[in-house]
């Protein structure tokens, strides 16, 4: 008989067998689906060398490396600001003052239901601004408000029992959101904030639509050029696996993060001593 647990039944070996069989399985498609796609690009020439030479030019890697710092650059400034936006909204959506609530909820409602693209766009064209001011802008409002539903629901899932054994304490509310509530709160909210940051960084793309000479923007002009047939295909085999880098680093650098937090000071559980005999008060009988 399979023995079993509280959340599901431990496999049996007819059920392991069967899975094993299945992870074949699915394992063989997924390698001829791969080597019939190998197949396509070398029947249509994807590989010929007429179409990689561009990337051995040095004017084409500067192109690249100014298109990725510029792609780097639009993320870091998004990034700070809509963390900062994302704190402000999330303290104004849990405020005891009904007009800062009702405002900060409309604020974030309305532009996380709002297209990032036809922020960028309305940014850039109507306002007339700067395509990096205007890119940064979008993102910023569409991130920051998306953050901050993320940092009232981290604050929110924290036990009602620590708000009120901090406010019994004689703490204010500032001192209890900065103290007991956050802290707690960030273990919940990392997972949910790195997932933001990497579509943040992801929509930076985005700005080769207003003409912001990001990373994609530059590969788009390498893969339209004619006199190398048009390498669409080799400028995305490049362009891919640098977002999906970049993305696995963010993901990384987050669980590090994660793990120097655990292993801080103010998390570490303390060690308590163990208990001594107590001193005998004056005219205590008791042996």
């Known amino acids: 008989m399979t023995t079993t647990s509280a959340l599901y039944d431990i496999p049996g070996p007819h059920a392991r067998a069967r899975h094993r069989a299945y992870g074949i399985l699915a394992a063989v498609v997924l390698l001829l ?59 104004g959506r849990l405020s005891d003052h009904g007009p800062v609530r009702w405002v900060a909820t409309i604020v974030v409602e309305f532009f996380r239901a709002m297209p990032v693209l036809v922020m960028i766009f309305f940014i850039f064209v109507a306002l007339k601004v700067q395509p990096l001011p205007a890119l940064v802008a979008g993102l910023t409002l569409y991130n920051g408000s998306v953050l901050a539903e993320v940092f009232r629901a981290g604050v929110n899932s924290v036990e009602r029992g620590q708000r009120e054994a901090a406010y019994s304490l004689g703490l204010r509310k500032t001192q209890v959101m900065a103290y007991v509530l956050v802290p707690q ?20 793309s985005l700005g080769f639509l207003i003409t912001y000479e990001e990373f994609l923007h530059a590969g788009k002009l390498i893969a339209g050029n004619l006199d190398y047939g048009l390498p669409f295909i080799p400028v995305v085999m490049v362009i891919s696996p640098v977002y999906i880098g970049m993305c696995m680093l963010l993901s990384w650098f987050a669980n590090w993060v994660a793990k120097r937090e655990r292993r801080s000071v103010k998390t570490e559980a303390v060690r308590v001593a163990p208990a001594e005999p107590a001193t005998m008060l004056p005219g205590d009988t008791r042996t």
Request: proline content about 3%; hydrophobic content about 60%.
């Open 33 to 91: 689906l791969l080597g019939w796609i190998v197949y396509v690009l070398i029947d249509t020439g994807q590989f010929a060398a007429e179409k990689w030479r561009p990337f051995e030019y040095k004017g084409i890697q500067l192109l690249l490396l100014r298109g990725l710092g510029n792609t780097l650059k639009a993320f870091a400034l998004a990034a700070a600001l809509s963390l900062a936006l994302g704190a402000v909204l999330a303290a």
């Open 185 to 204: 709160g960030v273990r919940a909210m990392l997972p949910a904030i790195i997932s933001q940051l990497v579509v943040a960084l992801k929509d930076t």
